[in-house]
């Protein structure tokens, strides 16, 4: 099993790696386009643009209720368009230097929802099922196993969940 230093190492690259992206991609705006205002979507390519915006959705409610305790309706109700509040949501057991890293995640995805809406009308925010024994099916579907303790997203940390052996 790999030390837990290495899997922070990872999160650390990953983050590092985003953010150079983000970096790279404002170079080149000019002035002008700092306020940038979309123009009209062909009504062709609005599903298109429109359908990552239920994994939006997901990883947003899902990183900020981990990092912060609270989800969208708390950050930007605005985005939420009266979708109702997932459910099992809770705030994560992390320790500080993964929840701000975790954080960071939440409000880039609250980033990518506020673009997607302001392209296209986009949709309220689909019900959510953030609940332990969700994640712990999913996992087991994903394994082909049966997960014992099951996986719990938000429960002692990951690095924690990941020295658990299986059957």
């Known amino acids: 099993m790999a030390h837990p230093a290495l899997h922070l190492a990872f999160v650390f690259m990953i983050l590092l790696l985003s953010q150079l992206w983000a970096l790279a991609s404002e170079v080149h705006v000019d002035d002008h386009e700092a306020g940038y205002k979309p123009g009209p979507v062909p009504a062709v390519d609005v599903d298109s643009i429109e359908f990552p915006l239920n994994l939006e959705f997901l990883e947003a409610e899902f990183f900020l209720w981990s990092a912060l305790g609270y989800g969208l309706d708390h950050v930007a109700p605005e985005l939420v368009s009266g979708g109702p509040p997932p459910i099992g949501a809770q705030k994560a057991n992390l320790d500080p230097l993964v929840r701000e890293i975790i954080k960071e995640f939440a ?5 990518h929802i506020r673009a ?5 009308n986009g949709f309220p925010r689909p019900q959510l099922n953030l609940t332990a024994a969700n994640f712990g099916s999913i996992m087991n579907a994903a394994l082909n196993t049966t997960l014992k303790p099951p996986f ?3 429960w002692r940390g990951f690095w924690e ?5 299986t059957p």
């Open 161 to 165: 969940w990941n020295q658990v052996k």
């Open 152 to 154: 719990n997203p938000w």
């Open 116 to 120: 997607i809406k302001k392209t296209v």
């Open 107 to 111: 409000y880039q995805e609250v980033g």
